[in-house]
């Protein structure tokens, strides 16, 4: 079954705030590869901790009808407004931006507004979801 086309253009609440500590930029760093020191800037992927939060808050919606077992995560891109530093307190807003079936498969595309406590808008994380419903 295709998810719902009114599902196009909807926003999803915020996640809940999301503390950047140095053992969460080294668990990060270290689980990537990604070469980080204490006082250097996030890596630049480690936007995804938060932008994925949000996107688990759409798949568990249960009126979007998607399961994470058949999602497949086909593109990921990141626009850095400012670079994420230790004791930034972030969330992130999820909205669906495109929505096509092909083959059977709903290609979803959304965009994450990741704003800081003082509601300033530190990344964009955009994401394409291939999900192909019904699946074995």
Not at 27 to 48: C, E, M, R, S, V
Not at 58 to 79: A, C, K, N, T, W
Not at 90 to 106: E, F, K, P, S, Y
């Amino acid at each position: 079954m295709a998810v719902d086309p009114t599902l196009d253009g909807r926003q999803f609440p915020p996640t809940s705030a999301y503390s950047v500590t140095a053992q969460r930029l080294a668990d990060f760093a270290g689980a990537t590869g990604t070469a980080w020191q204490p006082g250097d800037p996030a890596p630049a992927t480690f936007p995804i901790v938060v932008a994925f939060a949000a996107m688990q808050g759409l798949m568990r919606d249960p009126s979007v009808g998607i399961e994470l077992r058949h999602v497949i995560h086909g593109q990921q891109r990141f626009v850095h407004h400012r670079p994420v530093h230790e004791g930034d307190e972030l969330t992130a807003t999820l909205q669906v931006t495109g929505l096509r079936q092909i083959g059977g498969a709903d290609i979803i595309a959304t965009s994450s507004a990741i704003h800081d406590a003082a509601g300033v808008l530190v990344c964009t994380a955009e994401a394409t979801l291939v999900h192909t419903a019904g699946a074995a």
